[in-house]
């Protein structure tokens, strides 16, 4: 039976994320001795193949969390650089593309207000 890439890649994933539970469960003091021996216990009934389809599956949940969760930390310091360098920008005086964009769009307002004023001016005379 040949085993995928993809699938190797996401038990190493799954195996990393099974070792970094346990590591959580033993520092926060989660130590359910009739759990994990319930644990163990299943553990043992499974075979190779289903351990290892176990831990893809893991590994696959944990890539997508991982992935997730990535984008939201580049937002937050994505934003966090735009309003930083808008500080600096406005402190020293240098307009931003944002700036420049609203200032576009309330001359495009005023262009069409004076068209809209002239041609109402030509009806009433």
Same mark, same amino acid.
């Given at each position: 039976?040949?085993?995928?890439?993809?699938?190797?890649?996401?038990?190493?994933?799954?195996?990393?994320?099974?070792?970094?539970?346990?590591?959580?469960?033993?520092?926060?003091?989660?130590?359910?001795?009739?759990?994990?021996?319930?644990?163990?216990? *299943?553990?043992?009934? /499974?075979? %190779?193949? $289903?351990?290892?389809?176990?831990?893809? @599956?893991?590994? +696959? !949940?944990?890539?997508?969390?991982?992935?997730?969760?990535?984008?939201?930390?580049?937002?937050?310091?994505?934003?966090?650089?735009? *309003?930083?360098?808008? /500080?600096? %920008?406005? $402190?020293?005086?240098?307009?931003?593309? @944002?700036?420049? +964009? !609203?200032?576009?769009?309330?001359?495009?307002?005023?262009?069409?207000?004076?068209?809209?004023?002239?041609?109402?001016?030509?009806?009433?005379?």
């Amino acid at each position: 039976m040949a085993l995928e890439i993809d699938k190797l890649g996401y038990a190493g994933i799954g195996l990393v994320a099974k070792m970094q539970d346990l590591i959580e469960d033993f520092i926060e003091g989660r130590d359910d001795e009739e759990v994990d021996a319930e644990v163990a216990e *299943e553990e043992e009934e /499974k075979n %190779f193949q $289903e351990k290892f389809d176990a831990l893809v @599956e893991l590994g +696959e !949940e944990r890539y997508d969390e991982w992935i997730e969760k990535s984008k939201e930390e580049k937002e937050k310091i994505t934003d966090k650089i735009s *309003e930083r360098t808008s /500080k600096v %920008f406005s $402190e020293i005086g240098l307009v931003t593309k @944002e700036d420049i +964009e !609203e200032l576009e769009a309330k001359i495009a307002k005023l262009q069409r207000a004076v068209k809209k004023a002239a041609a109402s001016a030509k009806k009433d005379a």
